[in-house]
C-alpha cells in the first residue's frame, strides 16, 4: 500500500502544529513521548497524513505552551480536519490564513502564477508591496498604522523561495496593465520593474511572461490564480485570492485540470519570455523619458 494522500485541511493543521512545536524549541521525539505515541505519528501528522483526535491535541497545545489564541485556532483547524465529507472548493477565513498558503508555497515543487492587474507578491519590491497592503488595509475598520510593517515583511519573507537551495520552479503571466499602473509613484513603479529583470537574469528557474493589453478572449481575463504543485508528497491546488479572507481553494482534479488548462492558454498568447523581459526594459525607458 502507498503512503497517504494529505488533504489540504490536514496539510495546513500540520504545518501550524510544527509551527508552534518549533517555536517551543521542541523535537519530534520529545512531542511523541509528551503524548506517549511513535515519533512517526507525530511525523505524520506534520506532513498531513494523519488527523489526530481532540485530546491528543490539546496534550501537545498544553506541551507547546501554545497561546490562547493560536488553541482557538488549531482547534477551529483540526474539526475541519477531520470532516469526513469531501468539498469541491475551500475557504480559508480562518485567522493565519495568508501564512498557510505561504506554507503551500514552501512545500511545492511547482508555482504557476497569473495575475492581469498587479505584480505577483512573490515578485513584489518592499515599496510596491507596502502600498499595495496600505491601500487593501484602508477599508478594514480595524486595522492600524502599525499593522501594515509586519504584513509588508510578511511578504518579503515568502520570496525567500526564490533564493533557497531547491527552489520551486516558478512561472508567472503578468498582465500589462501591472506594468503601467504607478502605485505609489512613478520612483516605484520604475524600482519594481528593475526588480523583474533582475529576477529573471538572476534566476533561472524562474519564469515571467506579459500578457499585452490587446489580448481579449483568454479564459483568465479579469482573473488571478496560483497553481500549486508538490509532486508525489501531495495532491495540486488551485488558489484563488478574496478580498475577504485569506482566497479559495480548489482541489477536485476536474478544476485543477480546468485551471491548468486555463492557465496554458494565457501563457500561450502572452509574449514569450525574452520579449516579456524587451516590454519590461521598454517600460522603463518610457518612464525614464516621461521623467
Same mark, same amino acid.
Given at each position: 500500500?502507498?503512503?497517504p ?39 505524520r501528522?506534520e506532513?498531513?497524513e ?10 501537545l ?6 497561546p490562547?489564541e493560536?488553541?482557538?485556532q ?30 503551500h ?11 492581469g492587474? $498587479?505584480?505577483?507578491? =512573490?515578485?513584489?519590491? #518592499?515599496?510596491?508591496?507596502r502600498v499595495? &497592503?496600505?491601500? @487593501?488595509?484602508?477599508?478594514? +475598520? ?17 520570496q ?11 512561472w ?5 496593465a ?14 519594481? $520593474?528593475?526588480?523583474? =529583470?533582475?529576477?529573471? #537574469? ?5 519564469v &515571467?511572461?506579459? @500578457?499585452?493589453?490587446?489580448? +481579449? ?5 479579469g ?5 500549486l ?33 486555463a492557465?496554458?492558454?494565457?501563457r ?5 519570455p ?13 518612464i525614464?523619458?516621461e521623467?
Amino acid at each position: 500500500m502507498g503512503k497517504p494522500r494529505a488533504t489540504l485541511e490536514r496539510r495546513q493543521l500540520g504545518a501550524e502544529l510544527r509551527r508552534l512545536r518549533e517555536t517551543a524549541g521542541k523535537q519530534q521525539k520529545e512531542a511523541a513521548a509528551a503524548i506517549e505515541c511513535d515519533v512517526s505519528q507525530i511525523s505524520r501528522v506534520e506532513r498531513g497524513e494523519r488527523a489526530f483526535k481532540v485530546l491528543e491535541i490539546e496534550a501537545l497545545l498544553d506541551f507547546y505552551g501554545a497561546p490562547k489564541e493560536s488553541r482557538a485556532q488549531i482547534n477551529e483547524l483540526a474539526q475541519i480536519a477531520r470532516q469526513r465529507q469531501p468539498r469541491r472548493m475551500y475557504s480559508d477565513t480562518l485567522p493565519g490564513a495568508f501564512r498557510r498558503l505561504s506554507d503551500h508555497e514552501q512545500d511545492a515543487t511547482e508555482i504557476y502564477y497569473a495575475e492581469g492587474e $498587479l505584480i505577483p507578491g =512573490l515578485l513584489q519590491t #518592499e515599496d510596491y508591496a507596502r502600498v499595495l &497592503i496600505r491601500i @487593501a488595509r484602508s477599508a478594514s +475598520v480595524e486595522s492600524t498604522p502599525d499593522d501594515i510593517e509586519p504584513r509588508v515583511q510578511f511578504r518579503m519573507d515568502r520570496q525567500e523561495l526564490l533564493t533557497r537551495a531547491k527552489p520551486p520552479r516558478m512561472w508567472f503571466v503578468i498582465g500589462e496593465a501591472a506594468l503601467r499602473r504607478p502605485m505609489g509613484n512613478r520612483d516605484i513603479l520604475r524600482e519594481q $520593474l528593475l526588480h523583474l =529583470l533582475e529576477v529573471i #537574469e538572476q534566476h533561472p528557474h524562474v519564469v &515571467i511572461q506579459v @500578457a499585452p493589453l490587446s489580448i +481579449v478572449d483568454h479564459p483568465l481575463l479579469g482573473s488571478s490564480l496560483e497553481i500549486l504543485r508538490f509532486g508525489s508528497q501531495a495532491p495540486d491546488i488551485v488558489h484563488q485570492p478574496t478580498f475577504i479572507g485569506g482566497g479559495v481553494y480548489a482541489v477536485e482534479d476536474d478544476d485543477i485540470a480546468e485551471c491548468t488548462r486555463a492557465f496554458d492558454k494565457l501563457r500561450a498568447v502572452a509574449l514569450g519570455p525574452e520579449e516579456s523581459r524587451a516590454s519590461i526594459a521598454r517600460r522603463v525607458e518610457e518612464i525614464d523619458y516621461e521623467h
